[in-house]
Nanobody, 126 residues
């Protein structure tokens, strides 16, 4: 069982930056990859980025490559998503999730992530 809690969302202007945090806890954390997903109004939830359990490997969706950076601190049990050059189309609820020995970082699939947070709203608007 893994618990995850997101924080750090808010309102930011286009071109601005925001950093999301995900605090995670539980048993067997060494075996869990961590991921960020987002869901915009009227759209399906999509994978944004994920990071391997060691933190050594990462995956990014094409839509965020070069703008977002995922990282994790295995001492603090916290994962981060640094979001730069934000666009209005980045507006969504962002979710943190945990995957047990899954496809990350080769790919990111919603179905393989079994533990989810409640989400944090990110709004990019002038």
């Amino acid at each position: 069982q893994v618990q995850v809690v997101e924080s750090g969302g808010g309102l930011v202007q286009p071109g601005g930056s925001l950093r999301l945090s995900c605090a995670y806890s539980g048993v067997g954390l060494d075996y869990y990859n961590m991921g960020w997903f987002r869901q915009a109004p009227g759209k399906e939830r999509e994978g944004v980025s994920c990071i391997s359990s060691s933190g050594a490997s990462t995956y990014y969706a094409d839509s965020v490559k070069g703008r977002f950076r995922i990282s994790k601190d295995n001492v603090k049990n916290t994962m981060y998503l640094q979001m730069n050059l934000l666009k209005p189309e980045d507006t969504a609820i962002y979710y943190c999730a945990a995957e047990y020995l899954g496809g990350c970082p080769r790919s990111i699939h919603i179905a393989s992530f079994e533990y989810w947070g409640q989400g944090t709203q990110v709004t990019v608007s002038s």
